[in-house]
T-cell receptor, first 108, second 116 residues
């Protein structure tokens, strides 16, 4: 059965304390793995797409990596404005599967 | 210049009522979606339209009926509302990106439906 599992559910970091979020997936016919950021009261906002194992993408303090079974979102020296829920999603043929997200709270 | 806009943002109604949520995108995308986000933050796809044609119809009660008058609009009508329908409903549109044909979603801000 296709599914996406994210861990941890919640993560509290001090400003500057680097960490990683995990997204494990099982899906047949992977077209892409996506990371989205969702702020309270808003819709998810696209961050990255990864297509194949070994691929990496970076944007400011965020770096996403992909293996055949999981993806990591590494956050380097986070700031309070990075606080949000980070959602992972995978796409197979015409179907999207979202994880339940990791709620990140970065304290100043 | 909002890319995907949906209205209303909040909707509070009684059980048994009928309500609609409207969605419009100005991105020129061919595909639009309705997603439901429950209290545990799971986003679950309900429907997908490509150029006004229904292409994804997940196991959703037939009280939910989508309508796409043109490729820039996708509305959601819900009949006989139940308590379990309370959730945030997101409209999205997508464009194909990359070598594998993956779709990047652009979401609206969501419509929070509360059924009393």
């Amino acid at each position: 059965e296709d599914q996406v599992t994210q861990s941890p559910e919640a993560l509290r970091l001090q400003e500057g304390e680097s960490s990683s979020l995990n997204c494990s997936y099982t899906v047949s016919g992977l077209r892409g793995l996506f990371w989205y950021r969702q702020d309270p009261g808003k819709g998810p906002e696209f961050l990255f797409t990864l297509y194949s194992a070994g691929e990496e993408k970076e944007k400011e303090r965020l770096k996403a990596t992909l293996t055949k079974k999981e993806s990591f979102l590494h956050i380097t020296a986070p700031k309070p404005e990075d606080s949000a829920t980070y959602l992972c999603a995978v796409e197979s043929v015409n179907k999207f599967y979202f994880g339940s997200g990791t709620k990140l709270n970065v304290k100043p | 210049d909002t890319a995907v806009s949906q209205t209303p943002k909040y909707l509070v109604t009684q059980m048994g009522n009928d309500k609609s949520i409207k969605c419009e995108q100005n991105l020129g995308h061919d595909t639009m979606y309705w997603y439901k986000q429950d209290s545990k933050k799971f986003l679950k796809i309900m429907f997908s339209y490509n150029n006004k044609e229904l292409i994804i119809n997940e196991t959703v009660p037939n009280r939910f009926s989508p309508k796409s008058p043109d490729k820039a609009h996708l509305n959601l009508h819900i009949n006989s509302l139940e308590l379990g329908d309370s959730a945030v409903y997101f409209c999205a549109s997508s464009q194909v990106l990359g070598p594998s044909g993956a779709n990047v979603l652009t979401f609206g801000a969501g419509s929070r439906l509360t059924v009393l």
